[in-house]
């Protein structure tokens, strides 16, 4: 059974900096596509980044220049580093993965395992 933890949340001032890891547990096989994406309350989950196994990265509008994703096959773990943090960031953060079949992009319907998310609270 693949499981994926989360850590690395935590409360920070804007400005300040966090990097949110991705534990990947349970199955030898790499994801070929990974991503981050987040809720706020009273909000819709909105896609942040995401990474396929060649390396090619995608982000979405409100986070580019600020977060960056990577990951670390041999550790079988998936990274968000976030710079420059802003209130609006605030939100729960989940990471994501499929195997395959379609494009790498956080709007694709195929991410089918989901972690249980880590809070990040960036206050003013």
């Known amino acids: 059974q693949v499981q994926l933890v989360e850590s690395g949340g935590g409360s920070v001032q804007a400005g300040g900096s966090l990097r949110l890891s991705c534990a990947v547990y349970?199955?030898?096989?790499?994801?070929?596509?990974m991503g981050w994406f987040r809720q706020a309350p009273g909000k819709e989950r909105e896609g942040v980044a995401a990474?396929?196994?060649?390396?090619?990265?995608s982000y979405g509008d409100s986070v580019k220049g600020r977060f960056t994703i990577s990951e670390d096959n041999a550790k079988n773990t998936l990274y968000l580093q976030m710079n420059s943090l802003k209130p609006e960031d605030t939100a729960m953060y989940y990471c994501?993965?499929?195997?395959?079949?379609?494009?790498?992009?956080?709007?694709?319907?195929?991410?089918?395992?989901w972690g249980r998310g880590t809070q990040v609270t960036v206050s003013s």
């Open positions: 994501a993965g499929f195997y395959g079949g379609d494009a790498c992009y956080t709007s694709s319907q195929q991410f089918d395992y």
């Open positions: 349970g199955y030898s096989a790499s994801f070929y596509c």
């Open positions: 990474v396929d196994t060649d390396g090619n990265t």
